[in-house]
């Protein structure tokens, strides 16, 4: 069985990746080491970059469709992973979950409607209703034994000025797993309020061990019949840069609608690298998988140790799956500004500012990217710890 190595450093500058080339534009210093956009310091395993090098070699790079071999593997992982049974009909390729989450509001709602997220939440699902002049509705989510909750009560009166839920399943940020019976009060309360829900299952692969994804839609018939739910290999294997994203609609009403859509407006054609990878990716990946997530729960067993010892002031949301962890460094005597002042200039690290996941709430609080090697982490600790002293 081959040894994957995720310690190895692989430098990133230069290659047009948001992550590492973006951070004067984001940040307004180049100096830093990336702990932000969600992507990971992995190389892209073997078996994805030999299936893209071998369509390379035929040197021909028309227009592109998903050949039937790639739909079967995508079923067979939705099968095996999600306990999502579902035909080839019931699928629609997408360039990107966000990119999905916009047609659905464009498609399917009209400007003023609301639409209903928990927060602290990845940003997009706050920018797409606003700048659609939707109507956004915040439901915030309260931290319950280290770990982000649902508040039931809130969002049931919330949903009541809504036609849809954008869900993190898990949730970003905080890598929180919603289990089997949180999913159901959800389904129950949207469909008893008329609100259909986008469940974003982007990061459910990469759910640590023992912490089990559940998909919305298998929680109940009435969650299959609200929702539409999408899922990708980009976060998982770390091809995020090829845009290859899928979406599954097990309701024939939301799907006539949504999918009509997509082909009416032809905005969800693929790109042949898109297909190509994902089709290794969900073929080849189970034991690079493995062992990535094994590699990644020590990143947080790390993160969570070197915390206990060297911040106990800090008050971590550790995840469940993925490897985004929220930090809040309320109890630290310092103001937000001062923080992340000192985060950029003094430790040289770049997180993601806690305010852009739901505003003024969330002062104080940073997004960490644990998608790395643990020498690059234990590095940024220390700087951090260095630089809040
Ligand atoms: C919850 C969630 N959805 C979607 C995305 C991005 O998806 P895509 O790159 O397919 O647009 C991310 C990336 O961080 C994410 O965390």
């Not at 692989?10 to 047009?16: D, L, M, Q």
């Not at 109940?220 to 599954?248: D, H, R, W």
């Not at 997530?293 to 993925?322: C, M, T, W």
Request: contains cysteine; aromatic residues 12%.
């Amino acid at each position: 069985m081959k040894k994957y190595d995720f310690d190895e450093i692989i430098p990133r500058k230069n290659t047009a990746c948001v992550k590492h080339d973006a951070l004067e534009l984001f940040f307004g210093r180049d100096d830093l080491t990336p702990m932000w956009v969600a992507d990971m310091d992995f190389r892209t395993p073997d078996f994805i970059m030999d299936a893209l090098r071998t369509r390379c070699n035929h040197e021909v790079l028309g227009y592109a469709i998903p050949p039937e071999s790639y739909w079967q593997t995508v079923i067979q992982w939705f099968q095996r992973h999600y306990g999502v049974s579902c035909i080839k009909e019931e699928l629609h390729f997408i360039p990107g979950i966000v990119a999905g989450i916009s047609f659905v509001i464009q498609a399917m709602t009209q400007p003023g409607d609301g639409i209903l997220v928990t927060t602290p939440v990845y940003p997009p699902f706050l920018n797409l209703p606003q700048g659609g002049h939707r109507q956004l509705v915040c439901s915030p989510l309260k931290v319950e034994d280290g770990r982000f909750a649902i508040d039931f009560e809130d969002l049931e009166w919330r949903a009541r000025q809504c036609r849809w839920m954008i869900l993190s399943n898990p949730h970003n940020p905080g890598g929180t797993v919603w289990g089997e019976e949180v999913l159901r009060r959800v389904a129950e309360i949207c469909y008893r309020n008329n609100v259909n829900v986008i469940s974003d299952e982007i990061h459910a692969d990469m759910t640590l061990p023992p912490h089990r994804h559940v998909s919305f839609s298998t929680v109940s018939p009435q969650a299959k019949e609200i929702s539409i739910t999408f899922m990708a290999p980009s976060k998982t294997f770390n091809m995020a840069g090829l845009g290859s994203s899928v979406c599954y609609c097990g309701s024939d009403s939301l799907r006539k609608r949504f999918f009509g859509y997509l082909d009416a407006y032809e905005v969800a054609g693929g790109n042949i690298f898109a297909f190509v990878g994902a089709e290794a990716a969900f073929k080849h990946g189970e034991e690079w998988l493995t062992q990535m997530l094994q590699y990644l729960s020590g990143n947080v067993d790390f993160l969570r140790g070197y915390l206990q010892e060297h911040l106990p002031q800090v008050k971590a949301i550790l995840p469940e799956a993925s490897y985004l962890a929220w930090l809040d460094f309320s109890d630290m005597g310092l103001t937000h500004e001062e923080i992340k002042d000192r985060l950029i200039n003094r430790a040289r690290v770049a997180l993601n500012d806690g305010t852009t996941f739901g505003g003024s709430n969330y002062r104080c609080c940073f997004r960490i990217n644990l998608g790395c090697p643990r020498a690059t982490l234990a590095d940024v600790l220390d700087r951090i710890v260095g630089c809040l002293k």
